[in-house]
């Protein structure tokens, strides 16, 4: 990826094409003597695999594991890699991390996480999710109209300038699987069809369901949902929205848009955490080891550096770290152990 411009915006182009999130790393400044240089890129996938070049074996695996955090946190970040700094400092926005390897040159990267637009399914044919939907396409979201088959010819008219597709009740569920974790459902279908569209978020898991309807018909309606033994009832959010004093339909869906923006799952969790609630299984980030000289984390799966003492494996990020391990052992075990 560190290549040709339009081989790298290809690649990107396909990523997004697939739907798959991913974090583009980019050198923006460099102290030599380093083997990477100003302009130089790579791609970081979800599952940890790295394309592209932006420095050699140390610097390569702090921006992998900074890319999975910042994918996590979905937000980029500047990291400063430092022959000079004593420890990891990070604030939200810049991370600097110590560089303990031979090279006493220094790289700065920036790590931008590329994800999907987010998911806002409307379940109803009625003004509150006509509304929400203008409002939550003005917001850039990935935008799903669901209704009763007889009413698709009346809310497809509305729905196909913005680029909405509408789907039937009975669709719902196979448009559900495999839906990102930061999905918003909102059923606002006045009783027409309230526990079916309910039931049918519920059992798919989608983390953010709002009901539009009065206190008194959500408890009836989610009451009903509970003697069927539909999970995760008490978290449907009934009535729907932040109270701003809303009475139009368009004060109603801003609302509810207004504590969808709100609700950020991802938002304030460790890295750890935030990576298993935001990414896919499949993304979860590699098993690491503790470098005993550097105290770098080394992915455990592609080290080339590694070394059998006291029968057990030890993996370094580079030849340097494993040279001063084998040479004096002793000063180093106690900082795995």
């Not at 009975?170 to 027409?192: C, N």
Request: proline letters at 7%; a neutral charge.
């Amino acid at each position: 990826m560190s290549g040709r411009l339009d081989e790298f915006f290809r690649r990107v182009a396909a990523l997004q094409r697939d739907g798959q999130p991913f974090v583009i790393a980019t050198v923006v400044a460099r102290r030599p003597p380093v083997s990477a240089h100003l302009g130089d890129r790579a791609i970081v996938l979800a599952d940890g695999r790295m394309e592209g070049f932006v420095g050699g074996a140390c610097s390569r695996e702090i921006v992998r594991r900074q890319a999975l955090e910042a994918l996590a946190a979905r937000r980029g970040r500047l990291v400063s890699i430092r022959p000079d700094a004593k420890e990891r400092s990070a604030d939200a926005e810049h991370v600097t991390v110590p560089m303990t390897c031979a090279s006493e040159g220094a790289v700065d990267v920036y790590v931008e996480p590329v994800l999907n637009a987010r998911r806002l399914v409307i379940a109803g044919a009625t003004p509150v999710a006509d509304a929400l939907m203008r409002l939550g396409r003005s917001l850039q979201y990935d935008v799903v109209r669901v209704v009763d088959a007889r009413e698709t010819n009346d809310v497809e008219a509305a729905a196909a300038p913005l680029d909405v597709p509408v789907i039937t009740l009975d669709a719902l569920a196979g448009r559900l699987a495999g839906l990102p974790p930061d999905t918003a459902a909102v059923v606002a279908s006045q009783g027409h069809y309230d526990d079916e569209a309910l039931e049918r978020l519920l059992r798919a898991g989608v983390p953010y369901v709002g009901f539009v309807a009065s206190r008194k018909r959500g408890a009836t309606v989610l009451g009903l949902l509970q003697e069927r033994g539909v999970p995760n009832v008490t978290a449907v959010r009934n009535p729907a929205g932040l109270d701003l004093g809303a009475r139009t339909p368009p004060e109603v869906a801003l609302s509810v848009l207004a504590e969808i923006v709100q609700w950020r799952p991802a938002e304030g969790l460790a890295a750890e955490a935030a990576s298993a609630a935001v990414l896919p299984p499949a993304a979860a980030a590699p098993a690491t080891a503790i470098d005993p000289v550097c105290g770098m984390d080394v992915d455990v799966a592609t080290a080339t550096h590694t070394a059998e003492l006291d029968g057990r494996t030890w993996y370094f990020c580079c030849g340097h770290c494993r040279a001063a391990f084998l040479k004096e052992p002793d000063r180093y075990r106690p900082r795995a152990s």
